[in-house]
């Protein structure tokens, strides 16, 4: 791992109103490393991985440094060119569209600016969509509409949709929600291998401590907009005032 972070968010505040979402977080994420976000309902998990995809209008106070460079403000579709991908807690394919074609779609949009649509370019696409497929496991269904395949299955191919975009760092929006215990540990572990084999640095909010425990090198809790806590699986596991909060209101 090199010295300088890939990602530097630092005092970052959000507000709706006068409600405060976000009350000052800083965080800093290795290159290569996979951190696992947790805490309460409506810690502000979900606005802090809006404010550094560049999904939140309005913007957000603070800075946000991707390698270096400041995003900031920046327009999600600007700071996807650069290398942040994200998937979001409800799948966002386009369920009318077969798997092949949601996958088309993804490196359709890859160069950036408007689908450079032409039939001797999807022709190329094709095989590539296919390869993508297999690896997130979903050939066989590449002529079933999105809306046709499970819940499950829709996760992987918005990973696979993803990933197809190459990024440097990923944002997953609760990967595993909304599915059952065994199915959640085979998408993760999945997931998992692509982002390990492309040293893809991963950023992910998830409630399952299991998972968490499993898949983070670093975890952080957030409480009321802030960083409550931040370590490795052990010393989270330790702490008490995280027990208290977050880890005693589930055992
Ligand atoms: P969860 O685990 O339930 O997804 P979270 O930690 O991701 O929670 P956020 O979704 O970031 O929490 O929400 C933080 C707080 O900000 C919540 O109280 C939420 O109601 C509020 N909030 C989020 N988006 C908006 C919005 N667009 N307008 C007003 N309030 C919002």
Same mark, same amino acid.
């Given at each position: ?9 630092? /005092? ?13 977080? @800083?965080? =800093? ?9 947790? $805490?309460? /309902?409506? =810690? ?15 913007? =957000? ?6 390698? !270096?460079?400041?995003?900031? $403000? ?8 650069? !290398? ?17 074609? /949601? ?6 949009? /890859? !160069?950036?600016? *408007? ?11 094709? *095989? ?8 997130? $496991? ?47 540990? *085979? ?22 401590? @299991? ?11 957030? *409480?009321? !907009? ?7 699986? =052990?010393?989270?596991?330790? @702490? ?12």
């Amino acid at each position: 791992m090199s010295e300088t972070p890939l990602l530097v968010a630092r /005092n970052i505040h959000k507000t709706y109103g006068r409600f405060v979402a976000l009350a000052g977080v @800083d965080m =800093a994420l290795a290159r290569g490393e996979r951190r696992a976000l947790i $805490g309460p /309902n409506g =810690a502000g998990k979900t606005t802090l991985v809006s404010v550094i995809g560049g999904q939140q209008p309005g913007g =957000a106070g603070g800075t946000v440094l991707f390698d !270096g460079r400041d995003i900031s $403000g920046a327009t999600p579709q600007a700071i996807a060119r650069l !290398g942040i991908g994200r998937t979001f807690q409800i799948s966002r394919t386009f369920r009318k569209l077969t798997v092949l074609e /949601n996958m088309l779609a993804a490196l359709l949009g /890859n !160069g950036g600016g *408007a689908f450079a649509l032409s039939a001797r370019r999807l022709r190329e696409l094709r *095989a590539p969509a296919l390869a993508m497929l297999r690896e997130v $496991g979903l050939a066989e269904f590449a002529r079933e509409p999105a809306e046709a395949i499970s819940h499950g299955d829709r996760k992987r191919l918005e990973f696979g949709m993803v990933l197809a975009t190459r990024p440097r760092l990923l944002l997953l929006d609760e990967p595993t929600a909304g599915m059952g215990l065994a199915e959640r540990s *085979a998408l993760m572990e999945m997931m998992v291998r692509h982002i390990a084999e492309r040293d893809i640095t991963l950023l992910f909010v998830e409630h399952d401590i @299991d998972i968490v425990f499993r898949f983070a090198d670093v975890i952080t809790v957030m *409480a009321r !907009g802030k960083v409550f806590a931040e370590g490795t699986p =052990a010393e989270i596991a330790a @702490d008490r005032a995280v027990q208290d909060i977050y880890l005693g209101a589930r055992h």
